[in-house]
């Protein structure tokens, strides 16, 4: 597998769970159905956590590294509103758009302290499974990429700890070495300084054989929409359910709260690793998922490059 195969791997996870966590915000679908294979009718819309996550995944096949006035640009340029993009966002998109520089836009935000949403964490995956095996590389880029439109510490580092798990559970895949849950954690935490995410990932680490809710409960389901209510959730899942993309999304449905961006954060890091196959992104939710724009690939059918085979 190359890197790029990795990338869009992640990139399929992060847009699945996003696109069918989004059906669970409205009313008529319960995760009962769900685990008795009753999925919610196609098409699955995503939203803006694949909209962003595209214009990464495109400037790494482009150009392979972050480029922040470009990428700005990008965002800029692909910004539909009609995505579910927050209000700090969409704004800061359109100044973008009408020729404000990104630096003045992202830093004068919430009266000058910048973002602490989770916006920059949910797009972020498939940039670090880009960097498998290289998770220093992943957590410098990953903070490239939030600075455009996020620049509390917060948000920033909320992203790092989401490049730096798709690096190493991109590894774990080539590898063949699956990381127990604390192991994962305490990799991440090695590339944090003290902040509310780093302590949210910490208690998580103390939380890793309670249930759903209770993680839940104890670390935020993203329903506050910032990082230190999102990521720290959002790792414990991908931690405890590495092996299986069905089960880490089911998690986050389960738990509420802002499930289109939970999921496509577990999604991104899960996809990484499971690829597709029996435990990994099902062909039938690739199928249900609003096509990606500008996808150059065929169709990933079923077992390509997973774990299983």
């Not at 630096?103 to 498998?132: I, Q």
Request: a negative charge; glycine letters at 12%; aromatic letters at 6%.
């Amino acid at each position: 597998m190359t890197m790029l195969d990795l990338c869009y791997d992640s990139l399929d996870g992060l847009s699945a769970g996003d696109a069918l966590g989004a059906r669970f915000l409205v009313s008529g679908h319960d995760l009962p159905d769900l685990l008795d294979g009753r999925l919610p009718a196609a098409p699955w819309p995503w939203t803006d956590d694949t909209e962003m996550a595209c214009s990464i995944v495109d400037e790494l096949r482009l150009h392979t590294d972050i480029d922040q006035d470009r990428l700005a640009a990008r965002f800029a340029e692909q910004f539909d509103p009609y995505r579910g993009y927050g209000g700090g966002t969409a704004v800061l998109l359109r100044q973008i758009r009408e020729g404000v520089g990104w630096r003045e836009a992202a830093g004068a935000a919430f009266g000058g302290r910048g973002s602490m949403g989770n916006g920059a964490a949910m797009r972020v995956a498939p940039l670090g499974a880009f960097h498998a095996g290289d998770s220093r590389t992943a957590a410098l880029e990953a903070m490239r990429s939030a600075e455009v439109t996020h620049t509390h510490p917060d948000a920033i580092l909320g992203a790092v700890a989401v490049a730096v798990a798709a690096a190493e559970a991109g590894w774990a895949r080539l590898t063949h070495h699956r990381p127990e849950p604390d192991e994962l954690l305490d990799v991440v935490l090695a590339h944090l300084i003290d902040c509310r995410v780093r302590s949210g990932i910490v208690r998580a680490g103390r939380l890793l054989g309670a249930s759903v809710a209770e993680a839940a409960y104890e670390l935020g389901n993203g329903a506050l929409i910032l990082a230190h209510d999102t990521v720290p959730f959002a790792l414990w899942v991908a931690a405890t359910r590495l092996a299986d993309y069905r089960a880490a999304i089911h998690a986050c449905i389960e738990a509420g709260g802002d499930v289109d961006t939970t999921s496509a954060i577990v999604g991104g890091i899960v996809g990484a690793y499971t690829g597709t196959g029996p435990n990994g992104i099902p062909a039938a939710w690739l199928r249900r998922r609003e096509p990606l724009p500008g996808d150059p690939r065929p169709f990933p059918g079923p077992g390509r490059g997973s774990v299983d085979g």
